[in-house]
Every structure is written in C-alpha cells, then in structure tokens.
C-alpha cells in the first residue's frame, strides 16, 4: 500500500469501532482532510458534517454538509447547539476545543479520537509539543466519558500515536 492509499483509506481505529455508532445517526468530522472518515460513514448510512479549514480538499466527503472554519483562530465554535452521534477526529490537536468537541456528543454518543503523541518529532512531523499530546493526556481530556479503548505508543517504529474510542455517558459500553 503506497503512501497515496494511506491517506485515503481510513484509519483502521476508526473502521474498528464504526459500528458501534447510532444507526443512522449524525456524525462530526472534525479537521476532516480529504474526507476519508466522512465517506467511511456516508457509506454506512450516516449523515455527516465535514469541518475543515480548507473543505474544497475534501473530495471524499460527496454528499457531507461541508463547513469551512477555522478552528484556532479564536473564532465561536461553528456547530452551536449541534449534538452528533459520532465525533471524529485524527491527525488533529487544538486543546481548547474539547469543552465544545465533548459538548457536541449526544447522550450515548461515541468519541473517535486519534492523533499524534510526544515521542513523534523522532519519526517526523508534528514535532511541535503544541500539536503532541502527553502521556495520558487524552483520557484526562476525556475525563467523564466512558472509554471503551486506549492506545497510547509507538506505532510500527514509524508514530507515536494516542488513540481513544469513549462513549458520553456511563457505562458499561458495547465491545465492536
């Protein structure tokens, strides 16, 4: 698989834990790229909203509501009062918007969370602590979410990578 297909393909965290999203139910993809997790679940039948600063580069995203939005530049949070079934977010950290990300969750719904942790500048970008999470760091982000898994390591000598599935609400939660 060239490097062209991982980009495009979606994260096999994310495909793994798919199903236990609400049939039918609304999803967020934050900071989504090209758009490969939204396709990942309009394909499975999800309305879904694309964000990103730069939507026109998400050309997997046909048939998403696609929102252009900066996230970082202190602007209002772009979905107000919006809850979602699914949140999905990969290769992205912005610390202050996990009060609204976590905000967006319905009762019962599913975060899907993975990115870059310290450790990574060894393997390449990011390497500005600012865009690594620490150690731990996104379950205590996660704090009152039920986690169904965890990842916190190095990912094939080539990342260092976090990765969450939680649901908003207390537990037990379904195992995929």
């Known amino acids: ?93 912005w610390r202050p918007l996990f009060p609204a990300l976590l905000g967006s969750l319905e009762e019962g719904g599913l975060l899907l969370y993975e990115t870059f942790a310290l450790g990574n500048e060894v393997f390449g970008r990011p390497r500005n602590p600012d865009h690594l999470l620490e150690r731990g760091e996104l379950l205590r982000l996660c704090t009152g979410l039920t986690v169904v898994a965890f990842e916190d390591g190095i990912e094939a000598g080539r990342k260092v990578v976090q990765r969450l599935c939680a649901i908003n609400g207390p537990g037990p939660a379904p195992l995929p």
């Open 1 to 93: 698989m060239g490097m062209d297909a991982c980009k495009i393909e979606p994260s096999p965290w994310i495909t793994r834990f798919a199903s236990l999203a609400r049939p039918g139910g609304a999803v967020l993809d934050l900071a989504c790229g090209g758009g490969r997790h939204s396709r990942l679940f309009l394909e499975r039948g999800h309305p879904v909203t694309a964000v990103d600063r730069d939507v026109a580069q998400a050309a997997l995203a046909v048939g998403a509501e696609r929102i252009a939005a900066d996230l970082e530049d202190g602007s209002p949070w772009p979905l107000p009062n919006r809850r979602f079934a699914v949140v999905v977010v990969t290769n992205y950290l």
